[in-house]
């Protein structure tokens, strides 16, 4: 089980607030997206989630537990960042094991996820390759697979597909829905751009100004906006 429940979640910089108290209830098995424009709070609330922020009010669940103080690495989840984040100096191979080996994996385990994850990436013939020597597209693939291989239970996808031109878009949009069929996992997904929210999510949550608009599935916000910035942002021509 690894339902993500916020409570009242807030965050400060310094004086700055920038999450103003969010209340959400992510199911198990859930694909939630968040959208809103730049600046509203979308990879913070991202970040709060997997633990690269302290939280600075309210509360935070993943799969039951109480996660507040919980290191990155014990909460189960696994985020693929807009910039691939990859080791420079690391290949292909090294980049997916990496996390594996900290969680001192055996060899043999650590090798058979790697290639089932470059299997399913269709990265397979670039393992010995390093960052540098690949396209946008396959770098994010490679981040992809970091992730992958951790088998976690709540993927964070912060802006994947933003670095990649039109046709990898789609492309890659397709296989992270496909991952999301085999898995199961939860998915929590941050864009700015209403078609990959549209098509990938189960729910969509509208943020603005660190405070959750409306949040629904596709069909209720395109139809139903609650007020016109819903509707500016998703919803249909009023
Ligand atoms: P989005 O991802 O929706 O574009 P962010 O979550 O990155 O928005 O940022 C939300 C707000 O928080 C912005 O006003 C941004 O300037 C501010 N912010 C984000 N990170 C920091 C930080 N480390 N220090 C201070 N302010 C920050
Ligand atoms: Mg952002």
Known sequence: MADVILKNVQKSFGRAKVIHGVDLDIRDGEFVVFVGP??????????????????TGGDLFIGGERVNDLAPAKRG????????????????????????????????DIDAKV???????????????????????????????????????????????????????VQTRIEIAKLHTDTRATMIYVTHDQVEAMTLADRIVVLHAGRIEQ????????????????????????
Do not use: W
């Open 38 to 55: 730049s600046g509203c709070g979308k990879s913070t609330l991202l970040r709060l989630i997997a633990g690269l922020e302290d939280i």
């Open 77 to 108: 989840i696994a985020m693929v960042f807009q910039s691939y984040a990859l080791y420079p100096h690391m290949n292909v191979y090294d980049n997916m094991a990496f996390g594996l080996e900290l969680a001192k994996s055996s060899k043999a």
């Open 115 to 169: 290639r089932e994850a470059a299997r399913l990436l269709q990265i397979e013939p670039l393992l010995e390759r390093k960052p540098r020597q690949l396209s946008g597209g396959q770098r994010q693939r490679v981040a992809i697979g970091r992730a992958i291989v951790r088998d976690p239970k709540v993927f964070l996808f912060d802006e994947p597909l933003s670095n990649l031109d039109a046709a990898l878009r």
């Open 215 to 238: 949040v629904g599935t596709p069909l209720e916000l395109y139809h139903r906006p609650a007020n016109l910035f819903v509707a500016g942002f998703i919803g249909s021509p009023q």
